[in-house]
């Protein structure tokens, strides 16, 4: 079975063409499909194309099995795939709108010691579809006429650039004037240092807002948090940066996640600090989400403020992120590990 949110309008028409419609019906197919809906709702189109359509198609690409909110208003999905497998999502509002941290994989490889997305390893990878469900899902949950997501960002369960082409292609579907039309500037991507794909993502004339998983001022302790570490030393992935923003000229962003007595000494913040001089960079300082089976602690708010306080008296541009959906288990995975415990 294909998903139709796999494919743009042009590759649609191409795709619906042995089927001997009218060219405007692959049209009228790609509106219901980005506004989340399935076939029997999609009332101009022919019930017998419809119901060959259902022998060999996926209209939707998840449901929604849970939702949870926080007092913040932070919202938490956990979506259902069409093979069963579970992701999550987490809608997060501001002044400015609202921003959906989406999921590009079925769990994550990359075994960073503080993430609950890494604890299962990874199942699969995402399509292309199956991330854009996840904004298409939100928006007609918030309101069927009215786009509720006008931010993204790769965040989510997964390393964005270990499922790169599905990521790429996606991009070019979420950013379609045909489509839902985000514009790249507000669209992020996280990565954990996959050095080679930074390149390559510097290369597609994509302005999108790279976000570095840096977590650590040492190769030594990045090693110790982050596996990934030991293939991409920290001075090769602060190499792949800087060319990001010489190639692109989108200011990079690191994110550096405070862990009580491991990374939030003055002694990181002025390594810190040294890494990034010269740069066109702001770090996003992130207290700890805490997760029950990881011995990592948060640091205090009090160290956080005091930490970022170094850091930009050292010259670097840095701030403390709000914390958010905290009383849900925001954090990446934590919902998912969650249900398929309850499960067992």
Request: proline content about 3%; charged content about 25%; aromatic content about 8%.
């Amino acid at each position: 079975m294909k998903l139709l949110l796999d494919y743009d309008l042009n590759t649609l028409e191409n795709e619906l063409e042995p089927f001997s419609q009218p060219k405007y019906a692959a049209k009228q197919i790609f509106g219901w499909i980005n506004k989340g809906r399935d076939f029997d709702e999609m009332t101009n189109v022919s019930k017998e194309f419809r119901e060959r359509l259902k022998q060999d198609y996926y209209a939707v690409g998840l449901t929604v099995e849970k939702k949870l909110t926080g007092k913040d208003g932070t919202v938490k999905y956990l979506f259902r795939l069409n093979d069963g497998n579970c992701i999550e999502s987490v809608l997060m509002s501001y002044k400015y709108g609202r921003t959906l941290c989406v999921s590009t994989q079925v769990g994550c490889r990359m075994g960073c010691t503080f993430c609950a997305s890494a604890l299962g390893g990874l199942v699969r990878d995402l399509t292309a579809g199956e991330i854009l469900s996840q904004i298409v899902a939100v928006n007609r949950d918030f309101d069927d006429e009215k786009r509720a997501v006008t931010n993204v960002v790769l965040m989510g369960s997964g390393e964005p650039l270990d499922n790169y082409d599905n990521v790429i292609a996606f991009l070019r579907l979420v950013n379609s004037p045909n489509g839902l039309n985000i514009s790249y500037r507000n669209i992020s991507l996280s990565t954990s240092g996959i050095v080679p794909n930074m390149y390559k993502l510097a290369e597609e004339n994509m302005p999108i807002n790279l976000t570095v998983s840096l977590h650590a001022s040492t190769q030594q302790k990045r090693e110790q948090l982050m596996p990934v570490a030991r293939k991409y030393d920290i001075n090769e992935v602060m190499a792949a940066a800087k060319n990001y923003f010489d190639k692109t000229g989108r200011r990079v962003i690191f994110e550096y996640t405070l862990i009580d007595g491991v990374n939030d000494g003055f002694d990181d913040a002025e390594r810190l600090s040294k890494l990034v001089k010269g740069m066109s960079a702001h770090i996003n300082l992130i207290r700890l989400n805490p997760v029950k089976e990881s011995e990592h602690k948060p640091a205090s708010s009090k160290n956080a403020y005091a930490f970022a306080e170094k850091l930009n008296a050292l010259g670097a541009s840095a701030t403390v992120r709000r914390q958010m959906g905290v009383d849900i288990e925001g954090a990446c995975g934590q919902l998912r590990r969650k249900y398929l415990a309850e499960k067992d």
